[in-house]
Nanobody, 124 residues
Framework: QVQLVESGGGLVQAGGSLRLSCAASGRTFRNYVMGWFRQAPGKDREFVAAISWSGGQTYYKDSVKGRFAISRENAKNTVALQMNSLKPEDTAVYYC?????????????????WGQGTQVTVSS
């Protein structure tokens, strides 16, 4: 089992920045691919970003490329999502996820473990 706890959400004006963090516990963190997803009201949960076990590979949803950056610190069992130039359409609950495989890094079924989510609201 892997336990994930997100933090760092909040209310920000358009153009602002937020940094989300996810703390993992329970298993060897470096053995897991980490992802960030988000879910807006009335919409399906969608992929935002993913990072490989060592951090050498990163992947992003097209609409966040150049604005968001995913990173991890295996020594601290944490993964972060730096979000810059935020837009109202980025408003959603953001979830951290973990899985031992990178095979399906950009879809919800590709992850076995999920955090409880943190709300991000971007005002116009």
């Amino acid at each position: 089992q892997v336990q994930l706890v997100e933090s760092g959400g909040g209310l920000v004006q358009a153009g602002g920045s937020l940094r989300l963090s996810c703390a993992a516990s329970g298993r060897t963190f470096r053995n897991y691919v980490m992802g960030w997803f988000r879910q807006a009201p009335g919409k399906d949960r969608e992929f935002v970003a993913a990072i490989s076990w060592s951090g050498g590979q990163t992947y992003y949803k097209d609409s966040v490329k150049g604005r968001f950056a995913i990173s991890r610190e295996n020594a601290k069992n944490t993964v972060a999502l730096q979000m810059n130039s935020l837009k109202p359409e980025d408003t959603a609950v953001y979830y951290c996820a973990a899985d031992s495989s990178m095979r399906n890094y950009d879809v919800v079924p590709g992850y076995d473990y999920w955090g409880q989510g943190t709300q991000v609201t971007v005002s116009s």
